[in-house]
């Protein structure tokens, strides 16, 4: 499984940006996706992430209402709309996927799978 983030910029605060992440390669046995970031000099930490099942999303309390994340199945596409962006939103944000079962969908270790990150910086 390969991810590829793209959509990364810089936005002045209240600004929106939507990052896309393609994934590709042998996909079937997967059943979570999501977006972590980190900031500078600080552990990754989730985002939000979606079921692949079900299609059941989770989001960190501080992105609650202004980010939403969504899976283009046809596609292969997972994408992170961020609204009302805020300077402390800047950090290089990530995609995951996994093929485990159980632990927070916010624990890296529940992902087998990342992309290379792309960079957010709100000023």
């Known amino acids: 499984v390969q991810l590829v983030e793209s959509g990364g910029g810089s936005v002045q605060a209240g600004g929106s940006l939507t990052l896309s992440c393609v994934v590709s390669?042998?996909?079937?046995?997967?059943?979570?996706m999501g977006w972590f970031r980190q900031l500078t000099g600080k552990e990754h930490e989730g985002v939000a992430s979606?079921?692949?099942?079900?299609?059941?999303?989770n989001y960190a309390d501080f992105v609650k209402g202004r980010f939403t994340i969504s899976l283009d199945s046809a596609k292969k596409t997972l994408y992170l709309r961020m609204n009302s962006l805020k300077p402390e939103d800047t950090a290089m944000y990530y995609c995951?996927?996994?093929?485990?079962?159980?632990?927070?969908?916010?624990?890296?270790?529940?992902?087998?799978?990342w992309g290379q990150g792309t960079q957010v910086t709100v000023s």
């Open positions: 995951a996927a996994s093929t485990r079962f159980g632990g927070s969908w916010a624990q890296v270790s529940r992902y087998n799978y």
């Open positions: 979606i079921d692949l099942f079900h299609g059941a999303t």
């Open positions: 390669g042998s996909t079937t046995s997967l059943n979570c």
